[in-house]
């Protein structure tokens, strides 16, 4: 058996979006995680993960806790200052989803995901890389669907999703395959939109001050299991809260 620890978090782009701060407010995930939490993952995903157009990001601070490989995805360009986030062309930076991992990544590929009805990103993709891990090697795809729930967007993006993972070869078939990321939808609702993947933490994750929802998840399918599963503490800091997976390969 080998051990791994994955850690997901939407941290709103590193700002505040929570009764009583500042929507002006920043702040900076990897302080708010704290330096034993970091050192504790295996691997770290965020799916809105933010870089300036000057080149720094929060993320620059994750090889500090020995998260060397970090691998970003654009979905689009912000405007993330002011009292309201909004797409602007070139705003200032982009959004990016992001996986981070202290372990050699031997592959990577990005997935489409199908386009939706009013989403505000123009194509998004998930991410997927094989991490080799003592002599293991595991699919790991971190994800963010729409938010659109009226017009079923995550029902019509997880579905895409589930295509691009058999395709691709990265639903267990292989290696052990682990997804995390933010659906937008209820957990109840995954083994619908993701047959034969298995959810390894339950808990509400959002809103994250009173929480009614979980939309944060970490799946796994294939020769791994899951041994434990939490949601992390509220911070004044997202609307998310993070969520966190013990898992064993096989």
């Known amino acids: 058996m080998v051990a791994v620890r994955v850690l997901s978090w939407n941290v709103h782009w590193g700002t505040a979006q929570v009764p009583g701060r500042a929507r002006t407010d ?5 302080v708010e995680l704290g330096a034993e939490q970091l050192a504790a993952a295996d691997v770290v995903v965020f799916p809105e993960a933010w870089r300036f157009h000057d080149g720094h990001s929060f993320l620059d ?6 998260l060397t490989n970090v691998v970003e995805t654009k979905f689009t360009t912000l405007c ?3 009292h309201r986030r909004r797409v602007d062309d070139p705003g200032e930076g982009w959004w990016e989803l992001a996986i981070a991992t202290r372990h050699p990544i031997v592959a990577d590929v990005a997935l489409p995901l199908a386009r939706t009805i009013d989403d ?6 998930a ?5 080799a891990i003592e002599d293991r090697e595991f699919d790991m795809t971190a994800f963010h669907v729409s938010s659109k729930l009226w017009f079923a967007a995550p029902m019509v993006q997880l579905r895409s999703f589930a295509r691009a993972l058999r395709e691709h070869g990265l639903d267990g078939r292989d290696r052990p395959a682990v997804l995390a990321g933010d659906a937008n939808l209820w957990r109840t609702w995954l083994p619908v939109m993701l047959p034969g993947w298995h959810s390894t933490t339950r808990g509400r994750t ?3 001050w009173r929480p009614h929802s979980q939309i944060d998840h970490i799946l796994v399918r294939g020769a791994v299991d899951a041994v434990g599963g939490s949601v992390g503490a509220y911070s004044p800091t997202s609307d998310h809260r993070a969520v966190t997976a013990d898992l064993q390969l096989r």
Do not use: C, W
């Open 80 to 82: 993330i200052t002011g």
């Open 120 to 125: 505000a990103v123009p194509l998004r993709h």
């Open 127 to 131: 991410r997927s890389v094989r991490i």
């Open 26 to 30: 920043t702040f900076d995930p990897l």
């Open 206 to 208: 959002y809103p994250s």
């Open 61 to 66: 601070g994750l090889a500090a806790h020995g």
